[in-house]
C-alpha cells in the first residue's frame, strides 16, 4: 500500500503531530553548532502552519548518556526564527501543562515539544502496535488528529515516536521524507560499479550495512574510513596503539572488531583497509604506514594518511555509484581534514553521488563542496533505505 502524504492530507484548523528530525552537533554550552537538519523541515512545517495547522512538533537531541543530550529550547528558538509563524517551546513532552499548550494552540501557531528521548520508553525499540501504547503516545493521541513523519533521518529506530503514532491516528510522510524516498529507494538502477565509502563513529549502524551490501551484492568496494577502519585494522591484527583501541573499548565495540573480522574472512576482497594513518605529534600532522604502526604512546589515529587518499581516490574516481557516509577523521581540525575533504570533493566527480549522516552533511558544508546528486539528511537511515531494507517509519506509515 502506498503512504499517504500531505497532498492527502485536509489540513485547515486540525491539531496535528509532526515528528522531525534535528538532532544536531552542539557546542559545549548546548547551543547549535549547525542548523542544516532544521532548514531542512522548513518546507513542511511551512505548508502545514501555511494550510491553517496547529502543529505540535516532535523531535529527539542526542542520546542518553551523551553529551548532545540536551534540551531543545535552542531548536525551538532558531524555528521561531526560520518560519514565518511563531514557534513556541514546551519544556515537557506529554505532560497535563504539555497537552493543554497543544489543545490551545490556534491554527497557523506550532510549538516544539520538548526532547522525546527524556522519556526512557523512547529510547526502547517496539513494534507499531506497542509503540501505540506507550506513556508518550498514550497521552498525546487525544489531542492530535493526525501524525505527520518528516524524520527520514530517524526512519530506521521503531521508537514510539516514529512508529507509534500511525497505530492510534492516520499517519501521513512530510516532504522531506516523501523525497528522500523517491530518491534512495532506487539503489540498484544506479549505475554500477559502486562503493561505498562508509566512516563516521556509529560504529554497529555502519557494520550492519557494510554487511547488508556485501551480502546482497549492491556494492562493489567498500572502503572503510574514521572509527570503522580502526575496528577493521584490529580486526586485521593491527597493533593502533592504546589510544585509538581505548576509544573502541569504551564505546563497547569488542563484538564489533570479531564482526569485523568475519567480513574480511568472507568478503576481503572487497574491502579496503586504509595503508597509512595520521597522528598529530608535536602539534603537527604525522603520517605512519600501517606496516609502521603502533604510533607512539598517546596518539590515536586521526585521519586517513595520503597514500590511502590517493588509492581510495582512484576507486571513487572509476565508481559509477559513490555512497559516502560519515567523516573519514576529525575533519573540524583543519590539520585532520585532508582526508575528508579531497575523498569527498572526488566523489563528485562519480557519475552518481550520494552523502548520508548529519555529521557528513555538516562536513560537506564546512568544505563547500557542491555536486552531489543527493545529500541525504539521514545517516543510518539512508544507508539502510540503500540496502534495500524496510524502515519501521515507512512501514508503520504504511500499514
Ligand atoms: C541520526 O542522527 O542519525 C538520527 O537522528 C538518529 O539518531 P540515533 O542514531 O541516535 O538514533
Known amino acids: 500500500m502506498p503512504i499517504q502524504t ?5 489540513v485547515q484548523g486540525t491539531t496535528l503531530g509532526v515528528r522531525i528530525d534535528i538532532n ?25 502552519l501555511d494550510r491553517g495547522g496547529r502543529v505540535a512538533i516532535l523531535a529527539h537531541q542526542g542520546r542518553p548518556g551523551g553529551d548532545e543530550f540536551r534540551d531543545l529550547r535552542p531548536h525551538a528558538e532558531r524555528l521561531d526564527e526560520m518560519l514565518d509563524a511563531p514557534v513556541d517551546y514546551s519544556d515537557a513532552t506529554f505532560s497535563a501543562d504539555a497537552r493543554r499548550t497543544v489543545e490551545n494552540l490556534s491554527d497557523g501557531e506550532a510549538v516544539l515539544l520538548e526532547n522525546t528521548r527524556f522519556y526512557s520508553e523512547e529510547y526502547m525499540e517496539f513494534s507499531p502496535d506497542r509503540a501505540g501504547q506507550t506513556e508518550l503516545v498514550d497521552k498525546l493521541v487525544g489531542v492530535l488528529d493526525a501524525y505527520v513523519n518528516d524524520a527520514f533521518a530517524a526512519a530506521h529506530r521503531s521508537q514510539p515516536s516514529i512508529v507509534g503514532f500511525p497505530a492510534r491516528v492516520p499517519g501521513y510522510a512530510g516532504r522531506v521524507m516523501e523525497q528522500e524516498l523517491d530518491v534512495l529507494g532506487d ?7 559502486r562503493t561505498y565509502v562508509v566512516g563516521g563513529a556509529k560504529v554497529p549502524d555502519s557494520m550492519a550495512v557494510i554487511e547488508s551490501v556485501l551480502e546482497r551484492g549492491l556494492a562493489d568496494r567498500v572502503l572503510t574510513t574514521g572509527v570503522v577502519a580502526n575496528v ?21 565495540y569488542w563484538d564489533e572488531i570479531d564482526r569485523a573480522g568475519d567480513l574480511l574472512e568472507e568478503y576481503g576482497d572487497r574491502i579496503a583497509l586504509p595503508e597509512d594513518l595520521a597522528v598529530e605529534r608535536d602539534g603537527e600532522r604525522h603520517e605512519i604506514p600501517v606496516e609502521g604502526l603502533p604510533p607512539e604512546e598517546g596518539e590515536s589515529a586521526m585521519d586517513l594518511g595520503s597514500a590511502t587518499v590517493e588509492s581510495y581516490g582512484e576507486v571513487v574516481r572509476g565508481s559509477g555509484t559513490v555512497v559516502l557516509n560519515g567523516p573519514a577523521g576529525v575533519f573540524e581540525d583543519e590539520t585532520f581534514a585532508h582526508g575528508t575533504r579531497d575523498l569527498f570533493e572526488i566523489a563528485t566527480e562519480a557519475e552518481y553521488s550520494v552523502v548520508g549522516g548529519g555529521d557528513t552533511a555538516a562536513a560537506i558544508r564546512r568544505f ?17 533505505m540503500l540496502t534495500g531494507e524496510d524502515l519501521p517509519a515507512v512501514e508503520a506509515l504504511r500499514n
Open 6 to 10: 500531505l497532498d492527502d492530507l485536509a
Open 24 to 48: 544536531s552537533p552542539l557546542d559545549d554550552d548546548g547551543t547549535l553548532a549547525d542548523d542544516a537538519r532544521l532548514r531542512a523541515h522548513v518546507e513542511t512545517l511551512s505548508e502545514l
Open 187 to 193: 539503489i540498484e538502477r544506479t549505475p554500477e560499479p
Open 232 to 252: 577493521f585494522l584490529l580486526a586485521d591484527g593491527v597493533n593502533l596503539g592504546d589510544a585509538s583501541a581505548d576509544f573502541i573499548y569504551e564505546q563497547g
Open 368 to 384: 563547500g563542496i557542491e555536486g552531489f546528486d543527493h545529500v541525504s539528511t539521514g545517516g543510518g537511515a539512508a544507508l539502510n
